[in-house]
């Protein structure tokens, strides 16, 4: 069979030397490439790239530089894509300046087009940097937000402020409307969840991170936030599986850890759990305090009271003005008494 289309595929060059030869100076380019009119043949086509590498879904302004005839301007797509064509050989300077929160860019390409040779095309990945002042503002520090429309991110700045105020439901309403201007707005599908879960809602919260999870599968704080809301669901065996796939992508989370082990605790998975509390001690000492209450139990149920009353003062140590802080304390003199 490939030896016939083979075949086929010569006879037809035959007879086409002469159209291919007519048509040599023609370059394949995406629609809405920029024809800079310098009457060449080659083209430099590419790609904006945010600083994590995805790809900028909005449009931006580029500029062709030349020694001898002067810019040609042109915008990218929506997908951030851009191509000039009709260039002539010589020394070109990509430059793109007019970004308020990127670092200005600078690229020279130099084409070579040899005599006879078909025409060129020079591709490339140009990934933008982000200012240092940009670094500092919270709304952009976060390359994900330099793709969102304005009205959007708008919405998504005030329902952060009305978090800070502990209005949840106020701040709810505004990622709402965030989301409705951009539907695609993984960040505000996260934040939405968290707001739920800080109203004691977990359905509504996990129903958001698995809408995030949609737009950013491998996202490491939406698996966390769902692993949580399905943990305070007491969905225990649908949390480990999500908990573990978010500690690998960061195995350094002593929240992770932590919640993974209660959710372990609570399928009676106690060898595994011990592992991971200890774990998020190790990493969040202090601030995950909780894990000492949940060895106290592994412990105690093991049969070592010793131990189990060590973990107990450890904990009021840490927080000794917990509401059951005196009933704590007698479990700690009942487990010393009968060891």
Not at 157 to 180: S, V
Request: aromatic letters at 8%.
């Amino acid at each position: 069979m490939w030896q016939r289309r083979l075949l086929g595929f010569l006879s037809v060059t035959a007879f086409s030397v002469c159209v291919v030869t007519a048509i040599k100076a023609q370059v394949f380019l995406p629609p809405g490439a920029t024809d800079t009119g310098l009457g060449g043949g080659n083209a430099i086509t590419g790609m904006i790239l945010l600083p994590n590498g995805q790809r900028l879904q909005r449009r931006v302004t580029i500029r062709l530089q030349t020694m001898t005839k002067g810019d040609r301007v042109t915008t990218t797509d929506e997908y951030g894509k851009f191509a000039f064509r009709g260039l002539v050989n010589g020394e070109y300077t990509l430059v793109i300046d007019k970004e308020k929160e990127f670092e200005p860019y600078r690229q020279m390409v130099e084409i070579t087009q040899f005599r006879g040779a078909p025409p060129q095309v020079y591709n490339l990945n140009v990934r933008l940097t982000l200012k240092d002042e940009a670094k500092s503002k919270p709304g952009i520090l976060n390359a994900e937000l330099a793709n969102v429309p304005e009205r959007a991110l708008a919405h998504y700045n005030t329902a952060a402020e009305q978090a800070k105020k502990n209005d949840h439901l106020a701040a709810i309403q505004e990622l709402k409307l965030a989301i409705k201007e951009y539907p695609s707005f993984m960040l505000a599908f996260n934040e939405l969840g968290v707001q739920y879960l800080k109203m004691n809602q977990p359905q509504d919260a996990d129903e958001s991170f698995q809408a995030a999870l949609k737009l950013s599968p491998d996202a490491f704080g939406v698996l966390i936030n769902r692993g949580i809301a399905n943990v305070m669901m007491e969905r225990y065996g649908e949390a480990v599986p999500i908990l573990r796939k978010a500690l690998k992508k960061n195995n350094e989370s002593a929240v992770g850890h932590y919640f993974l082990g209660q959710s372990l605790a609570n399928l009676g998975l106690f060898d595994d759990a011990e592992k991971e509390l200890l774990t998020s001690l190790t990493l969040g000492k202090e601030e995950m305090k909780e894990a000492h209450r949940i060895l106290a139990i592994i412990y105690s149920s093991r049969g070592d009271k010793a131990k189990a009353a060590d973990q107990l003062e450890t904990y009021l140590k840490l927080a000794p003005n917990v509401p059951d802080a005196e009933k704590l304390r007698e479990k700690i003199r009942q487990l010393r008494e009968t060891n």
